[in-house]
């Protein structure tokens, strides 16, 4: 059974940058796929980005160029660096690993953007 600890959340203003940490403990293998998802209110969790073990990485268009998404494969740790965030980035943003056949999640933190 894998943990998550995440991890850097909190109140910031438009064009700020905040980093987001996520630890997974409970596998002593090299995790097929760690990312981060995001929820704003009355709206579906989506995407933000991916990082697979192999380094292929994926973002969803509205963060491009703006988030930079890490991993160290060797700590199982994944890292969601967010600069020029703006209101629209408002959400709980929680952490995703899948491995071995299984998903698993953080239990979420809060990033607010607001003047």
């Known amino acids: 059974q894998v943990q998550l600890v995440e991890s850097g959340g909190g109140l910031v203003q438009p064009g700020g940058s905040l980093r987001l940490s996520c630890a997974a403990s409970?596998?002593?293998?090299?995790?097929?796929?760690m990312g981060w998802y995001r929820q704003a209110p009355g709206k579906q969790r989506d995407l933000v980005a991916t990082?697979?073990?192999?380094?292929?990485?994926n973002y969803v268009d509205s963060v491009k160029g703006r988030f930079t998404i890490s991993r160290d494969r060797a700590k199982n740790t994944v890292s969601l660096q967010m600069n020029s965030l703006n209101p629209e980035d408002t959400a709980v943003y929680y952490c995703?690993?899948?491995?071995?056949?299984?998903?698993?999640w953080g239990q979420g933190t809060q990033v607010t953007v607001s003047s």
């Open positions: 990082v697979f073990r192999d380094g292929v990485i």
């Open positions: 409970g596998t002593s293998f090299s995790i097929y796929m």
């Open positions: 995703h690993v899948r491995d071995r056949g299984n998903d698993y």
